[in-house]
């Protein structure tokens, strides 16, 4: 009894953190659209989804089910088979959603579990199958089989409603915001006073059909015969709240000058945020909640092992359990960074400006690019002149780039295109839920956020294919979560049926493990990316460009200086193990500078107009410089790793000896360059030059003891080609270090003419 009172009790832990990631991971489908489009500050965002959440898990209980019989046949499994299905669901559902917030992916919470929760009893199955198990089946006895403890049927409709739910997201919102976009244009200021309170009624109501079917359904208050009426009397319900709707709107707009929109959109994260708490609570204490359950029943039967045929019925869950759900949930929201992690991807995905890219490009998105484009050329000619610019001007966003130009912080997109993304979402996720389709929430809310971004224009030439790319990205990882889900799950139930209590213990060690390296790699790169953009904010300002200059190239050479120093010596003792390091270093440090040097290409725009054109031509040069002294070091570090990782033969005494001085010659050179900073002079410079002169001739040396050496026969192919290597690439970092020092020399007296 004591054993499984402790897998109880860590179900319930693995609970409270699948609340936490899956809050993070889905966060983004009810906050993006009012954050994008900033209908208000955070704070005020924020309490509303709050509210929601709160209100929504009072609302859930039905869709608890899908946990307890939906997808496996309880009635045949042990509750010591149940019971540890549950816990490779869980451990699966944690580990798997902290790891794609790690990264900032949004998945589905959905599928997680329904693919979890088949792979965990397919596991437990396969056990009892290989042991020669009997089944009960109509009071006969029968030899079991896999396929006869699946809900195959259900399963399979679960998997194919998300899927569909991916097609209809997308065409419901490309023609939803196409027309919104042809009444609205993107001059709102006029078109908003004409029809914004028309439309502000359509959407509410919209979403209130979605609270009344999606969010009241499964309410702990709502009985079945309340809730019949409300569907029978949905229409009348319907045009009544558009009617009121469409007055308060008019009201506020004549008297408070409220911009409508703005009404819809914090409705439609009330109502998301319902949603989530209502629908997807099941994802994360819903598996929980039926070990407890089928724990109670097997206390009621004198702790002895029993068929949870229980788990068929109806169960009501008791308030407090959801009560203490929605405080957490609500806690993690104001809270988790990674939320805001995962936030960020769909923000940038579908932002109307362009800037730096988070995904690259695809073959397959850059072909993708490549039919549209001629395919827009293509109706451009066949449909009339006329018809043509009439639909241009609709679409054009000359004002909305003139009034972004002008605000310090724009919004990434306008209010039309955000309170479309609530009501398709409500929309199709209600009607989902009328069919008693589960849905994936996240589905439906990105990608219909993807395909009004793409109606707007937002994926230009300069952006299309690094878009599309990262919608593959994640729509790719949304596939990989099924696979994953099922795959992990499996594994764990039958390690876990083998290995008992020992198994879950060691599963625990490593899931506390798995969240602390992933919070220390999501932090790191929070740090990183708040340092690039501390920096690329301070370029913007003259006074502090060169400091700042100064600044980059001193913690860059020290790194570089470090980075030749280690390898030389490493190479000499071939410790794989650290080179490896000094290789992720100098990766790291190339990666970083490029991406630096992109982000100022975007700062120069909101530069003062006062700013000298001149200085920052020199900070650009300065970056481009550091950028190449980075990757030089990293064509030095590179091969020497995979000289040693190779097993190749080591460098002769001669040589090793001779690269110990070559390393102290370039210590000395890097350590006067940057003493050198801080004074720029002439006369400093010409030291520098000197120095080089000094090194260059150490590395004239050596390059020709090592023809000597080839032609005795002392050194092999490989080690001969990977000292070459070294000594050119040591030539390279003094040249670009030269040059950055002119390049310095120039911005000194190009800031002092400016003063």
């Known amino acids: ?28 489908n009810f906050l993006n659209s009012a954050i994008g489009s900033k209908v208000a500050t955070r704070r005020v965002i924020m309490i509303v989804a709050s509210v929601g959440i709160m209100a929504g898990a009072l609302f859930s209980n039905g869709m608890m089910e899908v946990a307890r019989k939906g997808l496996f046949f309880p009635q045949f499994f042990l509750f010591s088979e149940v019971i540890l299905i549950f816990l490779a669901v869980m451990f699966t559902d ?7 917030n790690t990264f900032g992916l949004p998945t589905s919470t959905t599928v997680s579990m329904v693919f979890g929760l088949l792979g965990a009893a397919v596991g437990m199955a396969f056990l009892k199958v290989g042991d020669g198990g009997l089944i009960m089946v109509d009071g006969v006895n029968k030899i079991a089989e896999i396929g006869d403890f699946i809900n195959s049927s259900k399963a399979l409709a679960i998997i194919s409603s998300i899927l569909l739910s991916v097609v209809f997201s997308v065409v419901f919102g490309v023609v939803v915001q196409w027309i919104s976009r042809l009444i609205f ?50 229409l009348a319900i319907l045009a009544v709240t558009f009617v009121l709707w469409v007055l308060v709107l008019q009201l506020l707009t004549w008297i408070f000058n409220t911009n409508p929109l ?29 070990g407890f359950e089928a724990f109670k029943a097997f206390s009621a039967n004198g702790g002895h092992d029993l068929l949870m045929a229980v788990l068929l019925g109806d169960i009501q869950t008791p ?17 988790s960074k990674k939320a805001r992690t995962v936030t960020e991807t769909e923000l940038k995905l579908s932002r109307q400006d362009e800037g730096s890219e988070r995904f690259g490009s695809s073959v397959f998105s850059r072909m993708l690019v490549r039919r549209v484009v001629s395919m827009d050329t293509f109706f451009n000619t066949v449909l009339p002149k006329s018809l043509v610019e009439k639909m241009s001007k609709r679409f054009d966003q ?23 993304n609530m009501m398709v979402a409500a929309i199709l996720i209600a009607i989902g839920t009328s069919y008693k389709l589960p849905l994936s929430t996240t589905y439906v809310t990105f990608m219909v956020a993807m395909s009004t971004s793409l109606v707007d224009g937002a994926w230009g030439r300069d952006s299309a294919v690094y878009r599309i790319t990262g919608v593959f990205t994640v729509i790719g990882g949304w596939f990989m979560t099924g696979l994953a889900a099922f795959t992990v799950a499996f594994l764990l139930s039958i390690f876990m049926g083998w290995a008992q209590l020992i198994g879950v213990l060691l599963l625990i060690s490593f899931a506390v493990f798995a969240f602390y390296r992933s919070n220390i790699a999501h932090n790191q790169r929070e740090i990183d990316k708040l ?86 031509h020199f900070y650009v040069l300065t970056l481009d410089y550091l950028r190449e ?71 004239k040396e050596l390059r020709k003891n090592l023809i000597k050496s080839i032609k005795r026969k002392e050194v092999g192919s490989k080690t001969s080609m990977l000292y070459l290597s070294i000594l050119s690439e040591t030539r390279n970092i003094l040249i670009y270090s030269v040059n950055m020092m002119r390049i310095q020399l120039d911005f000194t007296v190009s800031v002092k003419e400016e003063k």
């Not at 308030?319 to 809270?335: D, K, N, P, R, S």
């Not at 470090?562 to 000499?572: E, V």
Request: proline share 2%; hydrophobic share 45%; with cysteine.
């Open 1 to 28: 009894m004591s054993l499984y009172i402790l897998f109880l009790v860590v179900l319930f832990c693995l609970a409270i953190s699948d609340l936490m990631v899956g809050v993070a991971n889905d966060a983004v």
């Open 94 to 100: 944690v580990l798997l959603l902290d790891f794609f």
């Open 185 to 234: 244009s993107f001059n709102t200021e006029k078109t908003i006073k004409y029809y914004g309170s028309l439309w502000g009624g359509v959407a509410i109501s919209a979403i209130t059909y979605f609270i009344l079917i999606k969010g009241m359904k499964d309410a702990t208050f709502m009985s079945k015969e309340n809730y019949e009426i409300i569907k029978e009397n949905t």
């Open 262 to 290: 703005k009404i819809v959109v914090l409705a439609g994260t009330l109502a998301l945020s319902m949603a989530f708490a209502g629908n997807d609570l099941v994802n994360f204490i819903g598996v929980p909640l039926a």
């Open 319 to 335: 308030a407090y359990f959801l009560i203490v759900a929605g405080i957490i949930m609500v806690i993690t929201l104001w809270l």
């Open 398 to 420: 000359t004002q909305l780039v003139n009034r972004n130009v002008k605000e310090v912080d724009p919004p990434m997109f306008d209010l039309v295109r955000a309170s479309v």
């Open 531 to 616: 340092e690039t953009a501390e920096e690329v904010e301070e370029t913007k300002s003259k006074d502090t460009m060169f400091q700042k200059c100064n600044k980059a190239i001193i913690k860059t050479l020290n790194t570089i200086n470090g980075l030749y120093h280690d390898t030389s010596g490493l190479l000499i003792s071939e410790d794989r193990k650290e080179l490896k390091k000094q290789w992720k270093i100098s990766t790291q440090l190339e990666e970083k500078l490029l991406n630096k040097r992109n982000k100022l290409y975007q700062a120069i725009p909101d530069s003062p107009a006062s700013d000298s054109v001149e200085a920052t």
């Open 629 to 699: 002294l980075a990757h030089c070091t990293k064509l030095l570090v590179e091969p020497v790793y995979n000289h040693v990782d190779n097993n190749h033969k080591p460098l002769i005494a001669a040589q090793a000896e001779e690269l110990t001085k070559l390393a102290a010659q370039v210590d000395t050179f890097l350590k006067l360059v940057i003493s050198s900073l801080e004074d720029n002079s002439q006369l400093k410079l010409d030291n520098v030059i000197a120095e080089q002169v000094k090194v260059n001739t150490m590395v």
